[in-house]
């Protein structure tokens, strides 16, 4: 786990093998401290390189045994005795230095970095701070404000970064260990205390207080109630308040806290989810290793809407040429415009050249005959979506793959007007395409192996999470949405305002609230989809619109507000209050609650107080509940790929891990019972009948969350 290797006559070398980050498991602990041992006490040993196998230096602590009880020898004593020993060690960084990788490089004397290589100290975002001596050790390298943006952000820094930052010595564009083992020769018999960086005091800093008054205030804001940014604050200032020994066990006692807390095992769930989610399978048998996706060198995309021309941009930052094509020649000005203008800002920002070569527009889909694979991302209207794929299949190659953005819509049936169902996908993207990470692979049960990996893999090539979902109404993101949304206007229907049920699912960590996001995104969005779907129409009570329709209990309140003209932001008022149309700060509005105390008394509901218990309870446990009923339709793999939609797509809050997580966590049994109540009370509310996978579970004792796919009964999965 460690290779000890003497060269150069007086150079031990020791190299960290542990595939495939070389991750300081136990072994590589273990490995580093005997061999570090056998240099220092090895007479004929003048200095020592510590590098990494295989292109990485070393990816931190091993992540999966945070779950298990340490073993071992500690990472911290083993830092400690390379800084202390009296030979000089210097890091050779190649590929990664991450957490304790970094922090292990930190306790070296000197550190060579290859040009490629990436650093950072990202324990904050596996809701843990470093707590190797990296809260001690870097201010003192760095200073103060690096140290804080640094650890509290987690964000990865380039070789050229780390050098202006003083973080390494040397970067090099060729052979790393050989630029370690020439620095190593040099420092021989140069005194090493001014390099052990536990010695030394962190840079002076006018005016402490409010630097850290001001990074607490911004991770407060920032981090929405995760405990992690909090702690790393509250570490590094005691790097600049008090003696390296005494900094270091303020170090530890901050980490006890977190290492134990729910939200770092949440966070730590969401690391392996995210990776788990794109070893996709198929009922076939086709799966992520034993299917290859398609080279995609040219795409096209229909339709310049806000969607259209996300996708647009996403593609052209992966280095895919893209043909954009819109029916309308000013449609077509203004989707030109803002795409250039994104990537013009985008590589401003950068330092680099907006890649606007690879960009043509066109008005006719004949442009796009020879593309690879095309994405359509036109209105959302069955009919309209049918016509395209039709028009699609005559003019493109026979081999063009052909996707559709649609949010919600039956992808077979898309399929199925074209000549080529196997390679029909659905590529749902989250707006603004070209930030949010989420892409959402709909296979159809005609939708081949091959088509699916090259969806997934585009999305990957595109800096996306790709999710593989089944082909249901609003398939696994928008299907369960309904339910927390449909929760969110009944609470407002029972005596809660837009800004309560805000507030209660802010503080429970959303980025924003149901009210909010839906003013931001446009409330004719849904009043649309609930009139294409039959749920608003002619035979509807325009003065007394009905509270059940389709044989549930609806709310009418969404739509009342639409033809008021409340569309949200756009129009200046929806839910909440702007100062102008397009304005972006939402203050309540008294009209509203007039509007609500009006409803209320027309329909005779009576108005109650409602706890902010009630409202997460309602909405969430809503949502997770929809997610059981996916899990047993076959529509997502498992519990990760639901909640990596959320997390990724949704606004939820990593440090809870997602829906499904969130409910394990809670307890199966309590999520249950709380289910059971609301439904007792509110019977015409399908959704808040507890699932039958919930029931089982909770049957069964209630299984880790690693386990629940033993659990469904129907294995007939959808993918
Ligand atoms: C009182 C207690 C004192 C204890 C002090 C402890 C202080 C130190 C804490 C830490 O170091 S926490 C860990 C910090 N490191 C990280 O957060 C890095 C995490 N890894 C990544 O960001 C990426 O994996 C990567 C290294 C940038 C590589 O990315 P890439 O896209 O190339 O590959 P991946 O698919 O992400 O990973 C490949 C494979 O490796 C597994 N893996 C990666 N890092 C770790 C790790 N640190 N521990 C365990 N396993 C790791 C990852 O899960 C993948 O596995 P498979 O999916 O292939 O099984």
């Not at 103060?144 to 640094?150: C, D, F, Q, R, V």
């Not at 709380?674 to 009370?681: D, P, V």
Request: charged residues 20%.
């Amino acid at each position: 786990m460690a290779q000890y290797a003497r060269t150069k006559g007086s150079i031990a070398l020791i190299t960290l093998t542990n595939p495939p980050v070389n991750a300081l498991s136990s072994a590589v602990r273990k490995g580093i401290t005997e061999t570090v041992s056998r240099a220092l006490n090895d007479t004929q040993v003048k200095a020592v390189v510590l590098c990494g196998e295989n292109g990485q230096f070393c990816g931190g602590a091993d992540i999966k045994e945070f779950a298990k009880p340490m073993s071992g020898p500690a990472l911290v004593p083993m830092i400690h005795a390379i800084e202390a020993g009296e030979k000089p060690v210097v890091a050779a960084i190649e590929g990664i230095a991450l957490g304790g990788g970094l922090e292990l490089a930190l306790g070296c004397h000197y550190r060579v970095a290859h040009a490629k290589a990436r650093m950072g100290l990202p324990e904050v975002t596996l809701g843990l701070l470093p707590a190797a001596g990296g809260t001690q050790r870097l201010p003192r390298l760095t200073g103060i404000p690096t140290a804080l943006e640094l650890i509290t952000t987690g964000r990865h820094i380039t070789a050229q970064e780390a050098l202006k930052l003083g973080i390494v010595d040397k970067v090099t564009d060729g052979n790393v260990v050989d630029a370690a083992m020439e620095m190593a020769l040099s420092v021989i018999g140069r005194p090493l205390s001014p390099r052990r960086l536990s010695t030394l005091s962190t840079p002076p800093l006018a005016n402490l207080d409010g630097v850290f008054e001001a990074a607490m205030a911004q991770v407060k804001r920032r981090s929405r109630g995760a405990m992690a940014p909090v702690a790393c604050v509250k570490a590094v200032r005691a790097a600049a308040e008090l003696p390296y020994s005494q900094g270091m066990k303020r170090e530890l006692e901050l980490m006890g806290t977190l290492m134990s807390s729910g939200q770092a095992k949440a966070l730590q769930y969401c690391f392996f989810a995210q990776r788990a989610v794109g070893k996709w399978s198929l009922p076939n048998g086709a799966q992520w290793n034993n299917s290859r996706p398609r080279d995609i060198r040219t795409a096209g995309v229909i339709g310049l809407g806000t969607m259209g021309r996300g996708i647009v941009v996403s593609l052209v930052k992966a280095g895919i040429s893209v043909v954009a094509v819109e029916m309308e020649e000013k449609q077509l000005d203004l989707g030109r415009k803002e795409v250039t203008g994104i990537l013009e800002r985008d590589a401003k920002r950068r330092g680099v050249t907006a890649p606007l070569h690879l960009i043509s527009f066109a008005l006719s889909l004949q442009s796009l005959r020879g593309v690879d694979l095309v994405i359509e991302a036109v209105f959302e209207d069955m009919e309209l979506k049918k016509r395209v794929f039709a028009d699609l299949s005559r003019v493109c190659n026979q081999n063009t793959m052909l996707c559709t953005n649609t949010s919600g819509l039956d992808v077979d049936q898309i399929a199925s007007v074209t000549d080529r169902p196997p390679l029909v996908v659905g590529m749902h993207f989250f707006a603004p395409a070209h930030v949010m990470k989420l892409l959402e692979v709909v296979c159809g049960p005609r939708s081949s192996a091959e088509a699916v990996a090259t969806a997934m893999s585009l999305g990957k090539r595109m800096g996306k999470v790709s999710v593989a979902v089944g082909n249901c109404p609003g398939f696994v993101g928008n299907r369960m949405l309904k339910s927390y949304m449909d929760e969110s206007v009944f609470l407002l229907e029972e005596g809660a305002s837009p800004e309560q049920v805000d507030q209660a699912l802010e503080e429970f960590g959303f980025a924003l609230g149901i009210f909010k996001v839906g003013d931001l995104s446009g409330l004719d969005v849904g009043w649309r989809v609930r009139k294409s779907s039959g749920l608003i129409g002619p035979d509807v009570n325009p003065t007394f619109p009905s509270r059940v329709r389709q044989g549930r209990r609806y709310c009418p309140l969404p739509d009342l507000l639409c033809e008021q003209g409340r569309w949200g932001q756009k129009t200046g008022r929806g839910w909440y209050l702007y100062d102008s149309a397009g304005g972006r700060v939402a203050r309540p509005d008294p009209e509203i609650q007039r509007f609500l105390q009006d409803y209320r008394l027309r329909y005779g509901i009576p108005s109650r107080r409602i706890s902010e218990q009630e409202v997460v309870e309602r909405c969430v446990f809503a949502l997770a509940n929809e997610g059981f009923q996916v899990l047993e339709d076959g529509m997502a793999a498992g519990p990760e790929d639901i909640d990596m939609v959320y997390v990724f797509g949704y606004g939820w809050p990593r440090h809870r891990g997602g829906p499904m997580f969130h409910a394990a966590q809670v307890g199966l049994p309590r999520v249950l019972q709380r289910l059971e109540f609301y439904y007792r009370e509110n019977p015409d509310i399908p959704h808040l009948q507890p699932s039958a996978l919930l029931r089982r579970l909770v049957g069964a004792g209630s299984p880790p969350i690693q386990q629940w796919k033993q659990y469904i009964r129907s294995t007939h999965s959808q993918l």
